[in-house]
Nanobody, 126 residues
Framework: VRLQASGGGLVQPGGSLRLSCAASGFSFDRNTIGWFRQAPGKEREAVASRRGSDGRIFYDESVKGRFTIGRDSARNMAYLEMNSLTPEDTAVYFC????????????????????WGQGTQVTVSS
C-alpha cells in the first residue's frame, strides 16, 4: 500500500499548480481521498476531501473557489488543481486516503485517514 504525491514546485503568486497522487496496493474508488498541508511551524491542516461513498467534496474555506479535488479512476490517481495561489498556500502538501464513508463534520480530521503519501513542497513566491 503506497501513496506517491508529486507536482509541487515554485510558483509565482497568482499562478497555478496541479498536484497528483498515485495509489498502489489499493483502489481510490473504495476510499475517501484527502489533501492536507503543513506549513513550517504550523499544524497539518485539511485542504480538501472527496468522500468515497458518494463523491461529496469538502474544501477548507481558505481554498474554496481556488482549489479543485478530483480523481482519475482509470489511473487510480487523485489530483488537486490549485489556482490563484498566494504565499499563504506555501506548505508541504500530502495526499491521504481513509475509510469509504466519513461523517461530514469530521472530513478535516487527519486521524480518519490511515494511508499517507510522503508530501510534496509547494512554494508560492515572487
Amino acid at each position: 500500500v503506497r501513496l506517491q504525491a508529486s507536482g509541487g514546485g515554485l510558483v509565482q503568486p497568482g499562478g497555478s499548480l496541479r498536484l497528483s497522487c498515485a495509489a498502489s496496493g489499493f483502489s481510490f474508488d473504495r476510499n475517501t481521498i484527502g489533501w492536507f498541508r503543513q506549513a513550517p511551524g504550523k499544524e497539518r491542516e485539511a485542504v480538501a476531501s472527496r468522500r468515497g461513498s458518494d463523491g461529496r467534496i469538502f474544501y477548507d474555506e481558505s481554498v474554496k473557489g481556488r482549489f479543485t479535488i478530483g480523481r482519475d479512476s482509470a489511473r487510480n490517481m487523485a489530483y488537486l488543481e490549485m489556482n490563484s495561489l498566494t504565499p499563504e498556500d506555501t506548505a508541504v502538501y500530502f495526499c491521504a486516503a481513509g475509510a469509504r464513508h466519513i461523517i461530514v463534520s469530521q472530513w478535516w480530521n487527519p486521524t480518519l485517514y490511515d494511508k499517507w503519501g510522503q508530501g510534496t513542497q509547494v512554494t508560492v513566491s515572487s
